[in-house]
């Protein structure tokens, strides 16, 4: 079997010799494992923070959905596929423990939607974004919600809910061509490219009665302008800060104006984990479930092939390229 170690914590945009593909052998099964060939695996923002955000290597991230070859384990057998958190890996063994992130489990029933949905709409990213929007910001219908990140795996399933739920979408995101889809394709009522456009300005324009939720997949200084536009009362779900994980955290700004209008706009603002709502996980997958297959969720992901091709899709990730969940096919 092959798997990636990292070689050195990443110091900026990861390196590609940073890690390095080792060949090794599986150890014999124990009793309650399984052996999986991997058939998809997801890359996600996440890695990129994994030596200063969590404790364990990384060789234990990245969701993944596997095939079942072999098992010790009466509840999976041969042929189940199995999400799980065992790394870059195309073959690896599946232990089954119980904290509320990492534990593996059955791939849900995706009632024929592609397989490779199950670490995406229907996986991690469609839990946060349903929690992280719902519970956090409670949008009600009529109010204006702003997303950034918002063409990606999270934002825009995020933008989609919030348009279910009766209101006024308002996506950032980094291209003319996600501007394009989001606005064509999925119905957000404006949609900018934060590259090219002054954002107050933008803001102004698109909320002129004040932003009533945010949803932060992005942090850094769009945030403290968002937040400026937003009404007393707002709610702020601070989901990811991906425009500052290249950054050395002692060299970072002071995010001034955002502190003085969270004051001044009484806004709530609360960070959260996604393994927060671990147990209610299922809850998630049905609705988003029901929703695509009524078309009121249209989901879009981005393939890379090839087990070789992980680091690049990783990078990819964090540099824009992808339009919708970004996901690696091993196998199949
Ligand atoms: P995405 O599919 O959204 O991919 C990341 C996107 O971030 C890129 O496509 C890029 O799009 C954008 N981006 C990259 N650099 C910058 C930058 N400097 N400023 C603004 N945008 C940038 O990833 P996910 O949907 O998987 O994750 C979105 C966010 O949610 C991340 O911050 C992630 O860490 C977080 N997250 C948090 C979870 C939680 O439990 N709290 C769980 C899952 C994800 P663009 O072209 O628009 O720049």
Redesign the pocket.
């Known amino acids: 079997a092959q798997k990636y170690v990292v070689k050195r914590n990443f110091q900026g945009v990861p390196k590609r010799d940073d890690f390095e593909i080792v060949e090794y052998e599986l150890p014999p099964l124990k009793d309650g494992e399984v052996i999986v060939k991997t058939e998809w695996i997801s890359v996600?923002?996440?890695l990129r923070s994994f030596n200063s955000m969590y404790t364990p290597p990384f060789d234990q991230f990245s969701f993944q959905i596997g095939e079942v070859i072999e098992s010790k384990n009466s509840k999976y057998s041969v042929g189940a596929k199995v999400v799980s958190h065992i790394g870059w890996c195309d073959y690896g063994i599946v232990k089954m423990f119980d904290d509320p992130l990492t534990r593996p489990y059955k791939l849900p029933d995706l009632k024929g939607l592609p397989t490779s949905y199950g670490i995406g709409a229907v996986g991690?990213?469609g839990a946060?974004a349903y929690f992280?929007f719902l519970e956090i910001c409670k949008p009600k219908s009529g109010e204006t919600v702003v997303v950034?990140?918002a063409?990606?795996?999270?934002?825009s399933i995020v933008g989609q809910i919030a348009k279910i739920k009766g209101c006024r979408v308002i996506g950032f995101?980094?291209?003319d061509e996600?501007v394009k889809w989001l606005e064509n394709e999925l119905g957000f009522d404006n949609a900018f490219n934060?590259k090219t456009v002054d954002i107050m300005k933008a803001l102004e324009e698109a909320a002129p009665k004040g932003v009533d939720c945010y949803f932060d997949?992005?942090g850094?200084e769009?945030s403290s302008r968002v937040v400026r536009q937003m009404n007393t009362f707002g709610r702020v779900a601070c989901?990811?800060?991906?425009?500052t994980y290249n950054d050395d955290p002692d060299k970072m700004s002071k995010a001034t104006v955002l502190q003085s209008y969270l004051v001044t706009k009484q806004i709530k603002i609360e960070g959260?984990?996604?393994s927060r709502w671990a147990n209610e996980w299922p809850k998630a997958f049905d609705q988003l479930v029901k929703w695509i297959e009524t078309g009121q969720l249209k989901i879009r992901e981005h393939i890379t092939e090839g087990f070789d091709k992980l680091f690049d899709a990783f990078l990819g990730?964090?540099?824009?390229e992808?339009i919708g969940?970004?996901v690696v096919k091993v196998y199949q």
């Open positions: 996600d923002p996440y991690m990213p946060t992280g950034t990140g063409a990606g795996a999270v934002g995101a980094g291209s996600k934060y997949n992005v850094g769009i989901c990811g800060s991906i425009s959260f984990a996604v990730v964090l540099a824009g992808n969940k970004a």
